[in-house]
């Protein structure tokens, strides 16, 4: 007979050796009171991730939103479903979760209110019957219309760089760029498959090129236009337009050393991200991804601050003791552009998570002799 001894509130513990490390273990006791440890090593993220849906008010380390958790999203389709139409959809957004949405959403929640506005004013009656799919769709000539005027304006702008180059390099950024013009009046025009062969173009001067990557942010799409949004989603029904405002701030798990450089799947290589964040970010390191987004020092501060302070009430306890090794990873990835203070840490906390430790290692080493 096996008697199970599952340490929820440090999963650090090795019995076996009597030392902490990062999350590995899942403890057993054997009915010979001997003690066996089994490995769960590569389960973090499994152990993470059934923790999330009690996570709430979390800011996204990458930006300045505040996160939605599991539990949160859920709540929200669960209120979309009673609000069938524009005027009280509008109403929980602005209401209730203007600090979750990223600014393309944000900005595109305003100009469906606008709009809904100003059919109220005009037939207070017709607009009750609105839903979000009718603003969509009745804003999306005009949102259509503003896109192709920004990614032309961005085109004309990289093109104008380009003609400043010499040599290979400007024939080979003259050539990749010379039929995007017109897809995107054709509307065949996808970004990434342009953005790859600019990556992968061989004999590019390295400046130019990430001059003119850099300039290619700023090309419109979901996630900096509302424009994008509008258009990306008028031909979607009521519900999947609700859910598309809170979709991108929905927690996620994010690796700060990415996988495909051999970061491993440990609590010390994990922090909590938005989706969007965690998607953009991709395979980019951390370093690379603080100098595309200056604010992250500040916004990861504050989202350190935040788990500090449900660490100090008692919740995620279970994150204590892997904080510095995590914080650790953040500076070491991002070559000291990212410092975190853990001052505000309680002492009290991490002296409970001690005893705890002292406490069951007297209670094995009793059971073991």
Not at 262 to 288: Q, V
């Amino acid at each position: 007979m096996l008697i199970s001894n599952n340490i929820n509130y440090y999963n650090n513990f090795n019995i076996s050796t009597n030392k902490v490390s990062t999350p590995r273990f899942n403890n057993t006791l054997s009915a010979g009171l001997k003690a066996d440890t089994v490995s769960f090593k590569g389960n973090e993220s499994k152990f993470l991730e059934n923790r999330l849906k009690r996570i709430s008010g979390l800011h996204d380390p990458y930006s300045k939103i505040v996160m939605v958790s599991y539990d949160e999203y859920a709540r929200y389709i669960n209120k979309t479903l009673k609000r069938p139409n524009a005027e009280t959809m509008i109403n929980l957004l602005e209401s209730g979760y203007k600090e979750n949405m990223f600014e393309p959403e944000y900005l595109a929640l305003s100009k469906m209110s606008d709009y809904y506005k100003i059919q109220k004013k005009k037939n207070p009656k017709a607009a009750k019957k609105l839903d979000l799919h009718d603003l969509c769709d009745r804003l999306y000539l005009s949102s259509k219309l503003n896109m192709a005027k920004q990614q032309l304006s961005v085109v004309d702008n990289v093109n104008e760089y380009i003609s400043t180059t010499k040599g290979d390099t400007k024939k080979i950024l003259t050539n990749i760029m010379k039929p995007v013009e017109y897809s995107i009046r054709d509307d065949s025009f996808r970004i990434s498959p342009l953005l790859k062969k600019i990556y992968q173009a061989k004999g590019l001067d390295k400046t130019a090129k990430s001059n003119v990557l850099k300039m290619m942010e700023k090309f419109p799409n979901s996630r900096n236009s509302a424009d994008v949004f509008i258009v990306n989603n008028a031909q979607k029904s009521h519900n999947d337009i609700a859910m598309a405002f809170l979709d991108p701030s929905r927690v996620s798990i994010e690796h700060i050393k990415p996988q495909s450089n051999s970061g491993h799947s440990d609590m010390c290589n994990y922090i909590i991200a938005s989706k969007r964040m965690n998607s953009l970010k991709s395979s980019i390191p951390l370093s690379k991804f603080v100098e595309m987004h200056p604010d992250i020092p500040n916004n990861m501060q504050k989202y350190f601050d935040d788990i500090i302070g449900k660490i100090n009430r008692g919740a995620l306890t279970f994150m204590t003791l892997s904080l510095p090794e995590t914080t650790a990873t953040i500076a070491k990835e991002s070559k000291g552009k990212v410092l975190v203070d853990l001052s505000n840490l309680s002492l009290s906390e991490v002296a409970k998570t001690s005893m705890f430790r002292e406490k069951l290692s007297e209670l094995v080493s009793h059971f073991q002799k």
